[in-house]
């Protein structure tokens, strides 16, 4: 490799986030020089490149993500940035599941890799499955691993009454997309990606349809876009073809619930519980619904001072948490 080439591969990893890389090709300038007569240089990148693998990641803020810039202006009203704490470890998940979103890690932290032989990291995701099954938590649960911001699509700042303004904005937030490299989640997709010929479609979502398909088919950054819908069926066709992973979310089994139950609970005495049967009572529900039982129980156990979580604080939550569900449903208003 020439020392241009070199360059160019530092550059690279340095903006990916890479720092293992860009030490790797550190190296490999250094043993280059030293090829050439340049001891003297090469020691002293050597030098640079052990002193770095002893400190926190240089291209990375303490945490490891690269420094995060609010956005400004225009996108200020598109775009909500944050830097997620969660990770996958945190997320209670089926293990096909689990399998296909390390899949997704694991060819975004070797994308160099797969690069060098022509080949693209999957980066456009869409997430389908009912509400609190975990789909923004996942976008959330990508950045944190990737030590990348996540960029929320404000859909109310997005969508105008105005003809060709709501395309005008999302053709800014894909520039974006090329400017900064993080998570972009478009939650609430079926907004943008509803189908066209519905009878009940108006002509400016068309176009914002068209639109997207546009964008997102030319788009060539580095970002990893996430769209997530609970209504699946709404989506036009041809948005499938433009995702490289469609995932689905499903409500969690007995095993799934048990598992949800004991992580959030696993800091209190529960001896003589029944994980089966409080699993079984909450079937149905969604995880996000169970983590906020076990939260509830977790409430009562400590402000009661016991230390046990009893079944009853459980199926007493359970309780409140379906009759909350019930009270939302439209089915169930007169």
Do not use: C
């Not at 990770?87 to 899949?103: E, F, H, K, N, S």
């Not at 696993?266 to 529900?285: C, I, K, N, Y």
């Amino acid at each position: 490799m020439t020392t241009a080439r070199h360059i160019v591969t530092l550059l690279k990893s340095h903006i990916a986030g890479d720092e293992d890389r860009f030490l790797s090709t550190a190296l490999q300038l250094a043993a280059h020089e030293a090829r050439q007569g340049h001891g003297k240089l090469a020691q002293e990148v050597k030098d640079l490149v052990d002193t770095a693998k002893t400190r926190e990641p240089s291209m990375r803020r303490p945490g490891g993500a690269i420094a995060l810039v609010q956005p400004k202006g225009e996108l200020a009203g598109l775009l909500s940035a944050r830097y997620p704490d969660v990770r996958l470890a945190d997320m209670v998940l089926a293990q096909p599941l689990r399998q296909r979103l390390d899949r997704i890690l694991a060819e975004q932290r070797q994308q160099a890799s797969l690069h060098s032989h022509g080949l693209q990291p999957r980066r456009k995701i869409l997430l389908v499955g009912p509400p609190g099954a975990g789909k923004t938590m996942t976008a959330s649960a990508l950045a944190g691993e990737l030590h990348l911001p996540l960029f929320t699509i404000l859909l109310d700042g997005l969508i105008t009454k105005f003809m060709g303004e709501t395309a005008s904005k999302l053709r800014l937030v894909f520039d974006a997309m090329t400017a900064t490299r993080g998570v972009y989640l478009f939650d609430e997709f079926d907004a943008i990606g509803a189908k066209r010929g519905d009878r009940q479609d108006v002509g400016e979502i068309r176009r914002v349809l068209n639109s997207f398909l546009q964008f997102v088919e030319q788009d060539e950054s580095q970002a990893i876009i996430v769209a997530a819908t609970n209504h699946p069926e709404l989506l036009d066709r041809a948005l499938l073809r433009r995702f490289d992973d469609v995932i689905e979310y499903t409500l969690p089994d007995v095993s799934l619930i048990v598992a949800i139950l004991r992580k959030r609970l696993d800091r209190f005495a529960t001896p003589e519980l029944s994980w089966v049967d409080v699993a079984t009572a909450a079937h149905g529900l969604s995880p996000a619904d169970i983590t906020r039982v076990a939260d509830d129980a977790a409430k009562s156990v400590i402000l009661d001072n016991s230390g046990t979580v009893t079944a009853e604080s459980i199926f007493d939550a359970l309780a409140e948490r379906r009759s909350a569900a019930q009270a939302m449903d439209p089915s169930n208003r007169s």
